[in-house]
């Protein structure tokens, strides 16, 4: 007869399907000999229904199993010769990947290898509850020093390889009042490993911990040094491994989702980072010897605007913020503010200048990491300088501040700022962190046993850890421009509350020391349980961000903070 393969297939889709999976299985089925062996490991592999299984067996029932052999029968449904079932069976093999799911149940990969796609999230919920000494308040500004639940990351996106050699990742922010749902998605070119280049927005080169996800810090939060740290920008980057041990990357970026002045250069910044590990360059695989570097350097801008709410009447001055530290554990949110004056305007909340602020950013970073087996001992340490200006303007005439419709003034200054932290971490299960250390940076622990209450299950990997951070900032000297005395506040060091010019707010403190303990449960790859107890002591008293008048909450030299994640990603 003529027989048309691909038509035949088409026709005879599950009869193929069958054909192939018996073929497939005959190695392990030949002893057996047995036509419902071979529909029940059909049908547990999803190859055939439940429909299917019962009609194929009671057809196969009425023939005599010693006569008629399995695969024969097969081979005799479909009417075709031994030498078209092996055309089948390549034909199954070759395509049998098409469109499969990946092991790990999170992506797709096609038949040959070289495209694959991921779906990727993660959720992280907290609950925290913070002691500080403050008085109770209803002010939105005040919200830091509350108990709450907090929803702190929910992130879904894509990811995969087209060709082998580019890859792609698109990850959607979905909580937070950032107006910027993307918060990350580039294009990496990776044709060569050891120069690879990456387009888009994506985490720039810069600290030990910005460079370990958010699913595999030790901690809740990172450290204060990493809050003067880049994150996810707009940017370019040429980054890659030369040997095993050595990484290297450097980028140009800005600082915006989109810059904010027409500039006659792409990307203001730059970023570079180095960082080799010793133990491995020497061989020793169960050993990490972590050294790093990088600079980043260059300048960005600022939109000054006004208060979107004082609690008095609406302010016509405009400022913006250039360095803010927040308490580690999520407490306080204004441990520490310093701003520049803007624009004076038309009196509003949340009225933005029409000149921006320039700033000129020089931030070093110098990493340490070491572990033997199960014990690790991490530090890095933050130096930064900012020096700040604007050209401002009048639009208004107003007598507080003092300002003439048609004025101009400027304001400038420079800022010295320092942090750093000193952390130990032990997996009291053994697992190691050699094993999750690459490219530069630490990944997720594998727990040596998943948790599962059922037969054969463990108890997840268990680690606690303590770290020590503190942040210092050295204020200026001198500083040009308008000086706002908006009310004194009574402080040890009888600071006020100057709110332009250089300004270091008077609620803030220019010092502060954390110490955190933390106990982590990692049940699984892709979930675990995170307890932080954080203490933090203040140089200088700190008051609330208020609205009302800062005497009536009080002011506090220390914050307790507990907290508990429980977090899920894939």
């Given amino acids: 007869m003529t027989f048309s393969f691909l038509n035949h297939l088409k026709r005879h889709r599950i009869s193929a399907a069958l054909l192939a999976g018996a073929m497939f299985s005959m190695p ?71 469109g499969s799911v990946k092991p790990s149940g999170f992506g797709w990969v096609s038949a040959d290898g070289e495209n694959n796609i991921n779906v990727s999230g993660l959720v992280h919920y907290d609950v925290r509850n913070i002691s500080n000494g403050l008085s109770a308040s209803e002010d939105r500004d005040s919200s830091s020093g509350a108990d709450n639940f907090e929803v702190r990351r929910a992130r879904i996106g894509l990811n995969g390889t087209l060709w082998k050699n580019v890859d792609f990742e698109v990850l959607t922010n979905l909580v937070g009042s950032s107006p910027n749902l993307i918060h990350r998605a580039y294009i990496n070119y990776s044709y060569n490993k050891q120069a690879q280049i990456r387009i888009g927005r994506f985490k720039q080169p810069f600290s030990l911990e910005e460079q370990t996800s958010a699913n595999a810090i030790d901690f809740m939060e990172r450290s204060y040094g990493n809050q003067m740290v880049a994150g996810q920008r707009n940017g370019a980057m040429v980054f890659g491994s030369p040997i095993n041990g050595l990484t290297y990357a450097v980028s140009v970026y800005q600082d915006g989702f989109n810059e904010l002045s027409n500039t006659n250069q792409v990307g203001t910044l730059g970023i570079g980072r180095v960082t080799a590990n010793l133990a491995e360059l020497s061989g020793n695989k169960d050993s990490v010897i972590h050294l790093g570097f990088a ?6 801008e600022v939109t000054p605007t006004t208060s979107t709410d004082t609690g008095l009447a609406a302010s016509a001055l405009t400022r913006a913020t250039v360095l803010a530290f927040r308490t580690e554990n999520r407490g306080l949110g204004n441990a520490y503010r310093a701003q520049i004056a803007g624009d004076i305007v038309t ?98 622990i594998k727990p040596k046993a998943n948790f599962n209450l059922g037969s054969g299950g463990g108890w997840g990997a268990w680690q606690v850890g303590l770290r020590y951070s ?28 100057n709110i332009t010019g250089w300004t270091s707010r008077g609620e803030n403190s220019e010092n502060a020391q ?31 961000l208020s609205t009302t008048t800062p005497a009536t909450l009080g002011s506090t030299s220390n914050e307790k903070v507990l907290s508990v994640r429980t977090q899920l990603n894939f």
């Fill in 295 to 300: 600079l980043d350097k260059g300048k960005y």
């Fill in 470 to 497: 503190t942040y210092e900032v050295g204020e200026p000297s001198s500083f040009t421009g308008r000086t706002n005395v908006v009310g004194a506040v009574s402080t040890g060091s009888a600071k006020v509350n």
């Fill in 28 to 98: 392990t089925l030949a002893a057996l000999d047995d036509a419902k062996a071979i529909l029940e490991v059909l049908l547990k592999k999803g190859v055939i229904t439940q429909k299917d299984y019962d009609k194929t067996l009671e057809e196969w029932n009425s023939k005599p199993l010693d006569s008629v052999p399995p695969v024969q029968f097969v081979q005799d449904a479909l009417g075709v010769q031994a030498k078209d079932v092996q055309k089948a069976v390549e034909f199954t093999k070759k395509d049998e990947k098409n």
């Fill in 514 to 544: 954390t110490i955190t303990l933390g106990l982590n449960w990692i049940l699984n790859p892709n979930s675990r349980v995170l307890m932080n107890y954080s203490e933090t002591n203040f140089d200088r008293p700190v008051t609330y």
């Fill in 347 to 444: 009196a509003g909340y949340g009225v933005s200048g029409n000149n921006v602020a320039n700033i000129n950013k020089n931030l070093q970073g110098i990493e340490l990491a070491l572990a033997q087996g199960a014990f690790k001992f991490q530090t890095e340490y933050f130096n930064s300088t900012y020096g700040v200006s604007s050209i401002n303007y009048c639009s208004v005439t107003t007598a507080s501040p003092a300002c003439t419709l048609g004025d101009s003034y400027s304001s400038s200054f420079n800022l010295k700022a320092k942090a750093a932290y000193y952390e130990v971490f032990y997996n009291l299960t053994g697992e190691s962190w050699a094993s999750s250390y690459r490219s530069g940076a630490f990944t997720s």
